[in-house]
């Protein structure tokens, strides 16, 4: 079903009663348990449900807040709630007596009813120093300086948490950076991240070493939802919940999910689809591609996928036409590049064009049965946005540059920094998927012209990892600078004279300024050309007009501090940069109203929504929709850049 730009599907039966599960016979251990200090073992409830929230990156604030939000709803008769955090020492902890390193809980109730307002107050302080004293749950173990980018580290609080915590279904959330194929959970105290195949080690061990089968894992992170992802996981656990596209550190709204997951089992345990599909409703404003994947169902669409890409190398398809259909098939992260992130796309889009349009028989069928067996395998999913209206629940790592492949014919290198050690995960090993990629893979034309400058292909290769390691730090300074020039576009406003910025005189700042004016500039263009040629989106072209109209009105600014002729138009250039968002989102939310005002007059809305209610309606869709200005950039960048 599409209503505007939300496209959400579901069974058209969902269970809503408790069901008798079928035995899961425990996994044969292949080593003996290892001994574990879970002290006194709780009474085995219907649920239980491990938070494992990595705040050991940007995230450490999401992660706390996170854990503080929880305790608004805890644990309860039917549910079992605990987890492990960490948050890594941050400057002002001996100010604000903030603990930092990894910690165990219970989580309890905080002692208040659960507020969707409060939640939300909570989320947005959460950068607050001194959040950490907040947390009211008792702490189960101190975990010191533990690794939170290892596998070995959610093997172990897994382990102990359904050790601990017995009951007949389990669920695990994880939260934290992940980057799909190129990493899961990052931890930056450590420099360390769990590929795809520790994942799914670190789950075969708790499943042999407890006899448990995860009923359902939520990865709270970005390019989750994957073929890849999924084949590592298929045996070990059932429900696979999580994102196809990239997810900030709060994507999933965890305490609204866990206390409605709590008022559903109140009467009654409620089967582990039931969980998973009301999990998915309470996400379903979110921005970006959701969905459930039945892993039980995978190990059929791996073989499915697997005959397509046998059927595509079979029939000699050009290099050219494979090249073109992964091109235009749905992404995520923006158009394909030199590094495995930039590269998940939509798994049944991609057969869909293949069955549409290549020619030849075999290789048609087997589209329609890949087609078919991964919309057996999801159970629901929801797309919220234009950027990814052709998005269908479940992504496969395709870039069009695989393994930086060169037209010449030079081989695929594959190793960590050209495929992400995608040769090493199980899905490459067990099918012929990467041996297609290495077919469809030509270069960039910014690959291609630093060549014909004379570099060779290790020089091109270090190229890239300079502008890798380098471009945070650029952003940063560009970012930097477009503060400064705020602060003397405020100044310009009242008439008052040029002021330094932090380490920066009045000179430099306004030069800074007029820097970060033009960069702010080019993201606007960057977004309406995005906007008119990708995204074909009226409202998305707006947007980036009024971001161009309020850098333009900072360079003028700035620029009248230094520049005779400009100086009559500083006070109003001033006041048009600090106009110029309001504008834009006031524009936004009625941009947002009038389809929802569309929607109702031609019947596909609710025609007794009052007005009241449609203007918050229209703010929370304009508030909650994905920031599409970083995938702009990436779609029209690496387009050359590759």
Excluded: C
């Excluded at 290892?34 to 073992?41: A, F, K, L």
């Amino acid at each position: 079903m599409k209503v505007q730009s939300l496209t959400y599907n579901l069974p058209q039966t969902t269970p809503v009663a408790s069901t008798p599960a079928q035995p899961t016979a425990p996994a044969t251990p292949t080593e003996p348990a290892e001994p574990m200090d879970v002290g006194e073992i709780a009474a085995e409830k219907d649920w239980t449900v491990l938070f494992y929230l990595n705040g050991n990156n940007a995230t450490s604030s999401q992660a706390v807040s996170a854990m503080r939000q929880l305790e608004f709803v805890g644990s309860g008769d039917n549910i079992h709630m605990a987890a492990q955090l960490s948050r890594p020492k941050a400057m002002l902890d001996r100010w604000s007596k903030d603990w930092n390193g990894v910690r165990r809980y219970e989580i309890k109730n905080n002692g208040q009813e659960f507020n969707a307002g409060a939640v939300v107050i909570d989320g947005l302080t959460g950068f607050l120093p001194g959040k950490t004293k907040g947390i009211k749950s008792p702490t189960l173990q101190d975990m010191g300086d533990a690794d939170m980018g290892s596998a070995k580290t959610l093997e172990e609080f897994l382990q102990w948490g359904i050790t601990k915590f017995p009951a007949k279904n389990t669920m695990v959330v994880m939260q934290g950076p992940s980057e799909g194929v190129s990493g899961m959970m990052q931890d930056v105290v450590h420099d360390s991240k769990m590929t795809v195949a520790e994942l799914g080690q670190a789950f075969k061990n708790v499943h042999e070493k407890t006899g448990k089968k995860i009923d359902i894992l939520a990865l709270n992170g970005s390019a989750t939802n994957s073929l890849e992802v999924a084949n590592e996981l298929k045996d070990h656990a059932k429900y696979l919940v999580g994102s196809q596209g990239i997810q900030d550190g709060q994507s999933m709204p965890v305490a609204m999910v866990m206390n409605e997951i709590a008022n559903i089992n109140k009467d009654g345990e409620r089967d582990a689809l039931a969980v998973a599909q009301y999990m998915l409703l309470m996400n379903s404003m979110a921005p970006g591609a959701l969905s459930i994947v039945d892993l039980d169902k995978i190990g059929p669409a791996k073989e499915a996928w697997d005959n397509l890409a046998k059927s595509l190398i079979g029939a000699g398809i050009s290099r050219d036409q494979l090249h073109d259909l992964l091109d235009r098939t749905q992404d995520f992260q923006g158009a394909s590049k030199n590094e495995a992130y930039g590269n998940s796309r939509d798994a049944i889009h991609f057969a869909k064009l293949v069955k549409e349009e290549v020619a030849d028989e075999k290789v048609k069928a087997a589209a329609g049965q890949a087609i078919e067996s991964l919309e057996a395998a999801l159970q629901g999913d929801v797309a919220n946005g234009k950027q990814v209206e052709e998005a269908n629940g479940i992504s496969v790592f395709a870039p069009t540059n695989y393994g930086f492949m060169r037209p010449d014919g030079t081989p695929v290198i594959k190793d960590g920094l050209r495929d992400a050690d995608y040769g090493k995960t199980n899905f490459a090993q067990e099918t012929q998927w990467d041996e297609l990629l290495g077919g469809a893979a030509q270069d960039s034309k910014l690959n291609n012209t630093m060549k014909k400058l004379g570099l060779s292909e290790n020089g091109v290769d270090k190229a890239h990892g300079i502008y890798h390691q380098h471009i945070g730090k650029v952003n940063a300074a560009l970012g930097f600078a477009g503060m400064a020039g705020y602060m003397n576009g405020l100044n310009a406003w009242r008439g008052a004279p040029a002021a330094g910025f932090l380490f920066l005189g009045a000179q430099s700042a306004t030069y800074a300024g007029v820097v970060g004016a033009g960069n702010d500039a080019l993201k606007g263009v960057t977004r309406m050309v995005n906007g008119a040629t990708e995204l074909k989106d009226g409202s998305e072209v707006a947007q980036g007009a009024f971001d161009v109209l309020g850098a333009a009105a900072k360079g003028v600014a700035n620029l009248s501090y230094v520049v005779p002729a400009l100086k009559p138009y500083g006070e109003t250039a001033g006041m048009l940069m600090f106009m110029s968002p309001w504008l834009r989102n006031i524009y936004g939310v009625y941009d947002q109203y009038k389809s929802i005002k569309d929607g109702i007059e031609l019947g596909v809305g609710d025609s007794k929504m009052p007005v009241a209610q449609q203007w918050g309606s229209a703010a929370m869709q304009y508030y909650g929709k994905q920031n599409l200005q970083d995938h702009a950039e990436r779609s029209l960048w690496q387009k050359f850049a590759g």
